[in-house]
């Protein structure tokens, strides 16, 4: 994969995360479709099922802190960060390509509305199965599918304090696992290995602690019941 169709590939991965999501009214938001729209550019989505909807691996009161608190005020922050600048009209894809020209305030906002969006959409009540041809790609990348969920497991252990646990899809075209501090992806130009973020698992405190405590190993292994594989393999089809 050339430079060029590999920044034009991230920019449909993100048009794949964003859709128009705009919260429906009456749900609280301050942001809502009835109110003339305050940020044109960025827009606070959807979840895409109920809070209760992947229990018993990931609790309705975690689920609705971590989306309606934690994901909702990355967002208001982001949108405060980059208030009267041109980054109000810029594709986030566009930001994370040139994050280490912006401050941290948009770096850390910004990864936490992004990724946040990432994670929802690669989670599902439904069981689903990954394409062969990703399938195909993890055997080709991690020798077994067995081999990649022990990589990633491991990755989203080890790392120390807050942050994410990323399969990504290089430039190359292979698949690697890594991760990230704080709320930085492999879409910014700071991360240590780069690509395309194909599965996301966020592994800060407050994604896991209200219903397994200090236990984080418990909280990854319950993370592999409810991928949704049909949204990885199509991130990895309009990637590749
Ligand atoms: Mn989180």
């Known amino acids: 994969m050339n430079r060029r169709k590999f920044v034009n590939t991230m920019g449909l991965g993100l048009a794949a995360t964003s859709l128009p999501t705009v919260l429906l009214a009456n749900n609280g938001s301050d942001y809502n479709r009835d109110e003339e729209a305050p940020f044109p550019g960025h827009s606070f989505p959807d979840l895409p099922y109920s809070y209760n909807a992947l229990e018993p691996a990931i609790d309705s009161m975690t689920m609705e802190i971590h989306y309606d608190r934690h994901h909702r005020g990355y967002f208001k922050k982001f949108m405060t960060a980059i208030k009267g600048s041109e980054l109000e009209n810029t594709p986030l894809t566009k930001i994370f390509s040139l994050m280490s020209s912006h ?138």
Do not use: C
């Open 103 to 240: 401050n941290s305030s948009v770096r850390n906002t910004g990864g936490g509305f992004y990724n946040h969006t990432l994670f929802w959409n690669n989670l599902s009540p439904e069981k689903t199965k990954a394409s062969p041809e990703l399938l195909s790609a993890i055997d080709s990348s991690f020798g077994s599918f067995e081999s990649f969920k022990e990589q990633f497991s491991k990755a989203a252990a080890t790392r120390f304090g807050s942050g994410w646990a990323w399969l990504v899809l290089q430039r190359d075209g292979s698949l690697k696992v890594s991760s990230t501090p704080n709320q930085d992806n492999p879409l910014m130009d700071l991360a240590d290995i780069q690509g395309v973020p194909l599965l996301a698992l966020d592994v800060w405190e407050h994604a896991y602690y209200l219903k397994y405590q200090n236990k984080r190993t418990s909280y990854i292994e319950a993370f592999w019941s409810v991928i949704n594989w049909k949204e990885v393999s199509k991130r990895f089809k309009e990637a590749g």
